[in-house]
């Protein structure tokens, strides 16, 4: 069964896990990706309160892929960019999964 993968489509904005999963999804050709960029937000960090009312984020880590790829500040660029609303996205999808459907014998 194809798997299907959205982002940022409409109001809703994706990062930091859900990245990392479109990521290595798409680059074990686990699932296509309908939408548009992400918007490259994979950086492991921690913030620190500061008495000054500031906060100190430090981050501590990246995200690769397993074959090596960073998405920091880049993106994950969708198989398929869809621009548009929600809907439009899912009907590229379900356009997509029509083609690609194995038939029953």
């Known amino acids: 069964m194809p798997g299907i993968g959205r982002h940022n489509a409409g109001r809703f904005r994706t990062g930091s896990a ?18 548009s960029t ?16 500031y906060v100190l984020r430090l ?4 995200f690769r892929t397993p074959g090596g790829a960073v998405a920091e500040e880049v993106g994950v660029v969708p198989d398929q960019q869809v ?23």
């Open 38 to 53: 992400t918007a490259g937000a994979m950086l492991a960090s921690r913030m620190f309160p500061m008495p000054d009312g």
């Open 83 to 105: 621009r548009g609303n929600e809907e439009a996205v899912l009907q590229a999808a379900t356009r997509w999964l029509t083609r690609t459907r194995p038939t029953s014998r």
């Open 18 to 35: 859900s990245e990392a999963m479109a990521a290595i999804m798409k680059e074990t050709r686990r699932a296509r990706l309908f939408g």
């Open 59 to 62: 981050a501590f880590a990246d």
